[in-house]
C-alpha cells in the first residue's frame, strides 16, 4: 500500500508552497483534506488556462498542485463552523497553514488551542519571511522572496538585468521543506507520542537553496555575480550555438573534459595549463569558451549531441516545455497522467514497496463537504443554511 495510508492531513493553505506539500503527501498516501473559504484557493482563478464551465471550471495553475485532495468549504470565522473544525482537527495527524502572522490566532488556531484539541497533531506552519523577525508581519509572495533572497541577482543573461526563474521554485522548494520536516515529525511521534509545531519561510528557504553560490560569497566576502547560461565554478558547463540551434553541455570534470578534447581533436588542450584542470578553466574562460564557441557553430545540434552521447558526455537539447512533457523521456517515464480528463504531470517518486496512490483529479470547490460533514456527525445542509459552509 503507499507509504502514508490512514495519515490524515488537514491543508489550510492556499496558493502554492502549503499546497504542494499536501499534494506530495497526498501522492504517498495520506488522506488531505483542504479545507478553503468560501470562495475558494485564490489559484482557482488563476488563468487562463481553464477546464470546464461554471462550478466546474479548473485553472491549470490549481490543478498542478492539487490532485488527490477532498475539499470542503468553510468559513472559519462562522461560529457554527466551529465544532466542525474542531472536529476535522481532532481527527488530524497533520495540519497545513499559511496564514499572516496573527491570523491563525485571530481564529482561534494557535498552537495551545490546537495541543488542546490533539496533542499528537504535527502543526505545519509556512510564512514568507517567519513568525518573528522584521519581516513577521510581511505577505510571502514568491516572486518577491526571489527579488529579495539574491536569486534574481544570479538569474538572467550576464550584461542583461536580473530576472526571477521562470517557475514559483521558491514556493516548490518550500513546499518540499515542509513535506520532510512533517516527515521528521511523524517518525518522532512514534517515539514520544507526541505532536511538534514546525515553522518554514519563503525568505529561508531560498537563501539556504543558493546553496554553493552563497557558500562562494561567504567564502570570499566578494557579491556573486550573473553567468546567464554558464556556472560560476565549472567550465565549460552552458548553452552553446550549433550551426541551428542551442544545446546544453555539463563538462563537470576532468576527466570528462578530457573526453571532449579527443572528440574535438583537440588532444594538446589536455595538458595546457590554461584548461587542463577545472580551476584552470574557470580562469580563462575568456579565452576557452570562443575557442569552443567556434568549434560548435561548424555542425548542427543533432550531430553533436550524437558524439557527445557516444563519447559519453552530458549534453541535452535545449527543449520547449511542451517538447519536454511530449518527448520520449518523459513518456517513457510515465510522466503525463490524467483522471476525470484532467491532464497533470505524476509524482517522480518512485517507492519498491509503496506505490504512489492512482491519480485522482482536483477537486471542485467544495465538492466533498457534504460527505465530510457527514463522517463527523455534521449536517451540511443546515450549516449551509447560515453560511458556515459551502
Known amino acids: 500500500m503507499p507509504a502514508l495510508s490512514g495519515l490524515?492531513?488537514?491543508?489550510?493553505a492556499r496558493v502554492l508552497a502549503g499546497p504542494w506539500c499536501g499534494m506530495t503527501l497526498a501522492d504517498l498516501g495520506a488522506e488531505v483534506i483542504?479545507?478553503?473559504?468560501?470562495e475558494g484557493d485564490d489559484t482557482r482563478g488563476y488563468g487562463p488556462p481553464f477546464l470546464g464551465e461554471g462550478e466546474a471550471r479548473l485553472s491549470a495553475y490549481f490543478a498542478s498542485c492539487?490532485?488527490?485532495k477532498r475539499s470542503i468549504a468553510m468559513?472559519?470565522?462562522?461560529?457554527?463552523?466551529r465544532p466542525?473544525?474542531?472536529?476535522?482537527?481532532?481527527?488530524?495527524?497533520?495540519?497545513?497553514?499559511?496564514?499572516?502572522?496573527?491570523?491563525?490566532e485571530s481564529l482561534g488556531l494557535d498552537e495551545a488551542t490546537l495541543r488542546a484539541l490533539n496533542p499528537r497533531l504535527i502543526l505545519c506552519a509556512i510564512s514568507g519571511y517567519g513568525r518573528t523577525g522584521p519581516g513577521a508581519l510581511r505577505p510571502g509572495y514568491d516572486f518577491a522572496v526571489?527579488?529579495?533572497?539574491?536569486?534574481?541577482?544570479?538569474?538572467?543573461?550576464?550584461?542583461g538585468p536580473a530576472s526571477k526563474v521562470g517557475v514559483a521554485s521558491v514556493d516548490i522548494t518550500t513546499g518540499l521543506n515542509a513535506a520532510i520536516a512533517i516527515l521528521a515529525a511523524?517518525?518522532?511521534?512514534?517515539?514520544?507520542?507526541?505532536?511538534?509545531?514546525?515553522?518554514?519561510?519563503?525568505?529561508?528557504?531560498?537563501v539556504q537553496a543558493l546553496a554553493n553560490v552563497a557558500g562562494s560569497v561567504l567564502f570570499t566576502g566578494h557579491d556573486a555575480q550573473r553567468y546567464g547560461n554558464a556556472h560560476a565554478s565549472i567550465v565549460p558547463y552552458q548553452t552553446f550555438d550549433a550551426a541551428d540551434g542551442a544545446f546544453a553541455l555539463a563538462c563537470g570534470s576532468d576527466a570528462l573534459w578530457q573526453r571532449l578534447c579527443l572528440l574535438l581533436a583537440r588532444p594538446r588542450w589536455v595538458e595546457d595549463p590554461r584548461c587542463a584542470t577545472n580551476a584552470a578553466r574557470v580562469q580563462h574562460r575568456d579565452w576557452l569558451i570562443p575557442e569552443l564557441e567556434r568549434l560548435f557553430a561548424a555542425d548542427s545540434v543533432a550531430a553533436w549531441l550524437a558524439r557527445f552521447e557516444a563519447a559519453g558526455i552530458p549534453a541535452a537539447p535545449v527543449n520547449s516545455v511542451r517538447d519536454a512533457l511530449h518527448g520520449?523521456?518523459?513518456?517513457?517515464?510515465g510522466l503525463r497522467i490524467e483522471a476525470d480528463g484532467v491532464p497533470m504531470v505524476a509524482s517522480p517518486l518512485r517507492m519498491s514497496a509503496s506505490p504512489m496512490t492512482d491519480p485522482l483529479r482536483p477537486p471542485h470547490l467544495g465538492e466533498h463537504t457534504d460527505a465530510i460533514c457527514a463522517s463527523l456527525g455534521f449536517d451540511a445542509t443546515a450549516l449551509r443554511a447560515n453560511g458556515a459552509v459551502r
Open 8 to 12: 490524515k492531513v488537514l491543508e489550510l
Open 34 to 38: 483542504k479545507i478553503e473559504p468560501l
Open 66 to 68: 492539487n490532485r488527490g
Open 75 to 81: 468559513d472559519l470565522r462562522h461560529p457554527d463552523a
Open 84 to 104: 466542525l473544525l474542531e472536529a476535522l482537527i481532532r481527527d488530524a495527524d497533520v495540519l497545513i497553514e499559511n496564514f499572516r502572522t496573527g491570523v491563525a
Open 146 to 159: 526571489q527579488a529579495e533572497s539574491g536569486l534574481m541577482s544570479i538569474t538572467g543573461p550576464a550584461e
Open 186 to 206: 511523524l517518525h518522532q511521534r512514534s517515539v514520544t507520542g507526541e505532536g511538534q509545531r514546525i515553522e518554514l519561510s519563503l525568505f529561508d528557504v531560498q
Open 328 to 333: 520520449e523521456l518523459a513518456t517513457a517515464r
